[in-house]
């Protein structure tokens, strides 16, 4: 199984800062998820990356493999943003292929 | 528009009843899971199906039990012998098995609340 570790676990910002929440994984992976859970409880998908970095507005992911490593950055950060925002790495075996996730970022961004 | 929906969002019950939360999906996808999320914790793997008439045991199955009779439809019923219900429970699907390199779309959830 792999283990998930986020950081931080709480985050309070200023409007228009920018935004770093960090992810380790402890077993190598070939794709890392990350999500953002609304304050209702549904959940999004953001990303799924395997190497490098992927950007959807002004939501950066990026990871490096060998380190086992993630980050999600968040620029010119809005009340909006606000969200938990959570990494999950994929493990298989135990006849189970599924994610493990981490505890989540609680992200608020006070305009 | 496509998706998942979980229903109902909130749902109370008697301590001993058993409890059906209904996930229900138009994407198409084979793979269904269903997670259990507590607070200060990470989503655990309840049950998950890779494809009609099959499911398998995740990671706390104890208690509950699901069926997969349709491509579209996952239902998780919580039976009196789940120790501790109260919690925030989440289905997702994926197109294919497995969440190596698929992604994962999810539900808005349901809160059981067991009084």
């Known amino acids: 199984k792999n283990e998930v570790e986020q950081s931080p676990q709480n985050l309070t910002a200023q409007e228009g800062e920018f935004i770093t929440i960090n992810c380790s994984y402890s077993?190598?992976?070939?794709?890392l998820h990350w999500l953002q859970q609304h304050p209702g409880g549904g959940i999004v998908s953001l990303f799924m990356?395997?190497?490098g970095k992927k950007k959807h507005g002004r939501l950066i992911a990026t990871i490096n493999i060998q380190e086992k490593h993630s980050s999600l950055h968040i620029t010119a950060s809005h009340p909006r943003d606000s969200a938990v925002y959570i990494c999950?790495?994929?493990?298989?075996?135990?006849?189970?292929?599924?994610?493990?996730f981490g505890k989540g970022t609680h992200l608020i961004i006070q305009p | 528009d496509g998706g998942i929906t979980q229903s109902p969002k909130y749902l109370f019950r008697k301590e001993g009843q058993n409890v059906t939360l209904s996930c229900e999906q138009n994407?198409?996808?084979?793979?269904m899971y269903w997670y259990r999320q507590d607070p200060g914790q990470g989503l655990r793997l309840i049950y998950y199906?890779?494809?009609?008439?099959?499911?398998q045991k995740g990671d706390i199955a104890e208690g509950y039990s699901v069926s997969r009779e349709k491509k579209e439809s996952f239902p998780l019923t919580v039976t009196s012998a789940q120790k501790n219900p109260t919690a925030f429970y989440l289905c997702?699907?994926?197109?294919?098995?497995?969440?190596?390199?698929?992604?994962?779309?999810f539900g808005q959830g349901t809160r059981l609340t067991v009084v």
């Open positions: 199906s890779q494809i009609v008439n099959d499911f």
């Open positions: 999950a790495a994929p493990y298989s075996g135990g006849g189970a292929d599924g994610l493990t």
């Open positions: 077993v190598g992976i070939s794709a």
């Open positions: 994407l198409n996808h084979d793979a």
């Open positions: 990356l395997s190497s």
């Open positions: 997702a699907s994926s197109i294919g098995w497995g969440l190596m390199n698929t992604e994962a779309f």
